[in-house]
């Protein structure tokens, strides 16, 4: 069974940063796309960051040149550095992935519970 875990939301201030991490466990075999979206109330989930399983990311415009998706194959985890927060950048932060499991042979997609990223003076 695969679950993906997120930590790192909080409160931070205009112009501060947050590092969330999102890992991967359970039966895996292999991992394609990991992303980042993000919800805020009355609005549409949206599409924040993604990285490929070799390094190919892609960044919706409002974050590009402040937020950073990397991830670490070996640990099955992906993260996002998220500098010069903006009060719009406030929503419930979702991790996602496209995992295989060992027992199946094709890509599967699952989503973390979601973590409050809070930004305010």
């Known amino acids: 069974q695969v679950q993906l875990v997120e930590s790192g939301g909080g409160l931070v201030q205009p112009g501060g940063s947050l590092r969330l991490s999102c890992a991967a466990s359970g039966s895996i075999f292999s991992i394609n796309v990991m992303a980042w979206y993000r919800q805020s109330p009355g609005k549409q989930r949206e599409l924040v960051a993604q990285?490929?399983?070799?390094?190919?990311?892609t960044y919706a415009d409002s974050v590009k040149g402040r937020f950073t998706i990397s991830r670490d194959n070996a640990k099955n985890t992906v993260y996002l550095q998220m500098n010069s927060l903006k009060p719009e950048d406030p929503a419930v932060y979702y991790c996602y992935a496209q995992i295989k499991e060992r027992s199946v042979s094709y890509y599967r997609n699952y989503w973390g519970q979601g973590t409050q990223v809070t930004v305010s003076s």
């Open positions: 990285i490929i399983s070799g390094s190919t990311t």
